[in-house]
């Protein structure tokens, strides 16, 4: 890693501030986020201007604008989320190409808050049918379990001998 004034100053040079948006003026990603070449890596600028104004990002959280404007670099404009926000996020905005986020599940929960359970991998569930479905898997487990009822009690007796 440069020291980091190394590209505090390149920073300034692709800022244009405005009443309210501060638009980068210099390259931008195919999703319109201005970018900024660190070590010959593209880092994103609103990204950068966050660790500028706010200081370090915390692991696993993702910067997002309140402004809708992927170009602006307003401090004031920004705000930490996780990935699972972003990805929300862009689809509401529809930034991201996708299937329209569910807002409730196919059997009508809600799909937000407690109710919502967002896997590693960013798929959206339903955590109410979840517990259900893994309930019921739970049933055929101990249906299984109660057809091998003899073999079972014979294992039992052998771990407790
Ligand atoms: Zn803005
Ligand atoms: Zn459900």
């Given at each position: 890693?440069?020291?980091?004034?190394?590209?505090?100053?390149?920073?300034?040079r692709?800022?244009?501030?405005s009443?309210?948006?501060?638009?980068?003026?210099?390259?931008?990603?195919?999703?319109?986020?201005?970018?900024?070449?660190?070590?010959?890596?593209?880092?994103?600028?609103?990204?950068?201007?966050?660790?500028?104004?706010?200081?370090?990002?915390?692991?696993?959280?993702?910067?997002?604008?309140?402004?809708?404007?992927?170009?602006?670099?307003?401090?004031?404009?920004?705000?930490?989320?996780?990935?699972?926000?972003?990805?929300?996020?862009c689809?509401?905005?529809?930034?991201?190409?996708?299937?329209?986020?569910?807002?409730?599940?196919?059997?009508?929960?809600?799909?937000?808050?407690?109710?919502?359970?967002?896997?590693?991998?960013?798929?959206?569930?339903?955590?109410?049918?979840?517990?259900?479905?893994?309930?019921?898997?739970?049933?055929?487990?101990?249906?299984?379990?109660?057809?091998y009822?003899?073999?079972?009690?014979?294992?039992?007796?052998?771990?407790?001998?």
């Amino acid at each position: 890693m440069p020291a980091p004034e190394a590209w505090r100053l390149r920073f300034w040079r692709y800022v244009q501030k405005s009443e309210s948006c501060w638009l980068w003026i210099g390259s931008k990603n195919e999703h319109g986020y201005g970018q900024l070449s660190i070590s010959n890596r593209p880092a994103k600028a609103h990204r950068l201007s966050w660790e500028l104004h706010q200081g370090p990002i915390p692991d696993g959280k993702c910067v997002l604008h309140r402004c809708d404007n992927p170009a602006c670099v307003n401090p004031e404009h920004l705000f930490l989320g996780t990935q699972a926000d972003n990805v929300l996020d862009c689809r509401q905005k529809g930034r991201q190409k996708g299937p329209p986020i569910r807002t409730h599940c196919s059997r009508g929960h809600a799909l937000s808050g407690e109710n919502l359970y967002v896997s590693p991998r960013g798929h959206r569930s339903c955590r109410m049918c979840r517990m259900q479905w893994m309930a019921a898997h739970q049933e055929e487990r101990r249906e299984y379990l109660r057809a091998y009822g003899a073999l079972r009690r014979q294992k039992e007796k052998r771990h407790a001998a």
